[in-house]
């Protein structure tokens, strides 16, 4: 929806908190883009339900297995640039599941 406009004739501003998804995008859609000053973004990992087999492997079945593997483009580009905007510390909170939050300045070093 956002794409289906002229680049210049589309604007997103980010204001406040932008967190999660809306980060996600903020970051990958083609369009000019311009951050407020002092606001903050927050990153973490997808959520993904998976049943534990008793030696803690996943079990699935030929759906569950589609759910659990699913891929998303605009999270996998977002995640492609993380190692180069965290730390390593934050990078870890990132993997462990934790919300990993980014000031203006390192929100827009992933427009750079």
Not at 53 to 75: A, L
Not at 88 to 101: C, T
Request: proline fraction near 4%.
């Amino acid at each position: 929806l956002f794409e289906s406009y002229p680049e210049d004739k589309f604007k997103l501003i980010a204001c406040g908190r932008i967190c999660s998804a809306a980060l996600d995008l903020f970051i990958t859609v083609n369009c000019y883009k311009y951050i407020i000053p002092g606001t903050l973004g927050m990153v973490h990992t997808l959520s993904r339900t998976a049943k534990l087999d008793y030696k803690g492997k996943i079990k699935v079945t030929g759906t569950e297995d589609k759910i659990i593997n699913n891929k998303y483009p605009i999270v996998d580009k977002v995640e492609s640039m993380l190692p180069s905007i965290l730390t390593a510390k934050e990078m870890k909170m990132y993997n462990d599941n934790q919300d990993v939050w980014l000031s203006t300045e390192e929100i827009g070093k992933f427009l750079t």
